[in-house]
């Protein structure tokens, strides 16, 4: 799976500092619309696809963003981007499923949500909305934990893999970080919820409500993790 070039601060910033925000849309989908269901339905892609095979049978696609890390605290980047023809649809969390580095299932709490563990983050810690990604559009996630090794009782965790889905039910896709993710004793991460990602000024879908205020300026020496 090809990663973006793109680091995680960025996408920070990009969701504290832009205007655009997440679609709205009803508990139903409406014609031209793809959701997100609830049930379990995983699959795997272990493969690296080829350029002509990297959009998924539900017209999206999964990619890792570069990771970030500031005193411990580590964070990497998702994206979902829509390569289809039609408006796909979520609401909440990801789906992230950890695996070791056979793909075996690992014990690790897997927390909806990111201020347990990185304290509160422009928009990355507000509730889930309702998004709808549009062809060509890209929503985005992060994943945060931390190295702390502060239990010698328990032997140091590394997720060597990623089965991450648009939501849960929905085809799910494996993702190889580089290096994995060192979770140390504590054997926990968390999600942010999907944001849209949309180009300052461009509107949002019709029919949906205008996007919250955008939260304060954050500035480049001040730590955002």
Same mark, same amino acid.
């Given at each position: 799976?090809?990663?973006?070039?793109y680091?995680v601060?960025?996408?920070?910033?990009l969701?504290?500092?832009?205007?655009?925000?997440?679609?709205?849309g009803g508990?139903?989908?409406? !014609?031209?619309v793809r959701? =997100?269901?609830?049930? %379990?339905?995983?699959?795997?892609t272990?493969?690296?696809?080829?350029p002509?095979? @990297?959009?998924?049978?539900e017209g999206v696609?999964?990619?890792?963003?570069?990771?970030?890390?500031a005193?411990?605290?580590? =964070?990497?980047?998702?994206?979902?981007? &829509?390569?289809?023809?039609?408006?796909?649809?979520?609401?909440?969390?990801p789906?992230?499923?950890p695996?070791?580095a056979e793909r075996?299932?690992?014990?690790?709490?897997?927390l909806?949500g990111?201020?347990?563990? #990185?304290?509160?983050?422009?928009?990355?810690?507000?509730p889930p909305? %309702?998004?709808?990604?549009r062809? /060509? !559009?890209r929503?985005? #996630?992060?994943?945060?934990?931390? &190295?702390t090794?502060?239990d010698?009782r328990?032997p140091?965790?590394?997720v060597?893999h990623?089965?991450?889905?648009? =939501?849960?039910?929905?085809p799910? @896709?494996?993702?190889?970080?580089?290096?994995?993710?060192?979770?140390?004793? @504590?054997?926990?991460l968390?999600?942010? %919820?999907?944001?849209i990602?949309?180009?300052?000024? !461009?509107?949002?879908?019709? /029919? @949906?409500?205008?996007a919250?205020? *955008?939260?304060?300026?954050?500035?480049p *020496?001040?730590?955002?993790?």
């Amino acid at each position: 799976m090809r990663r973006l070039a793109y680091p995680v601060i960025a996408l920070l910033l990009l969701s504290g500092c832009g205007p655009g925000g997440p679609g709205q849309g009803g508990d139903s989908c409406g !014609e031209g619309v793809r959701c =997100a269901g609830a049930e %379990p339905s995983w699959q795997r892609t272990d493969a690296p696809p080829s350029p002509a095979a @990297t959009c998924g049978p539900e017209g999206v696609r999964l990619e890792l963003a570069e990771r970030d890390a500031a005193m411990g605290l580590r =964070a990497l980047g998702v994206w979902l981007v &829509n390569c289809g023809t039609v408006d796909y649809r979520v609401d909440g969390y990801p789906d992230v499923a950890p695996l070791g580095a056979e793909r075996e299932p690992l014990d690790v709490r897997v927390l909806d949500g990111v201020t347990e563990i #990185a304290g509160a983050l422009p928009r990355r810690s507000d509730p889930p909305r %309702p998004v709808v990604v549009r062809p /060509g !559009e890209r929503a985005s #996630a992060i994943v945060v934990w931390r &190295n702390t090794y502060d239990d010698t009782r328990r032997p140091p965790v590394v997720v060597s893999h990623l089965a991450v889905a648009p =939501a849960a039910g929905r085809p799910a @896709t494996v993702l190889g970080p580089d290096g994995g993710l060192d979770l140390g004793s @504590t054997g926990r991460l968390g999600v942010s %919820p999907w944001l849209i990602e949309r180009a300052p000024g !461009e509107a949002a879908p019709t /029919g @949906t409500p205008p996007a919250p205020p *955008s939260a304060p300026h954050v500035e480049p *020496s001040r730590p955002l993790l």
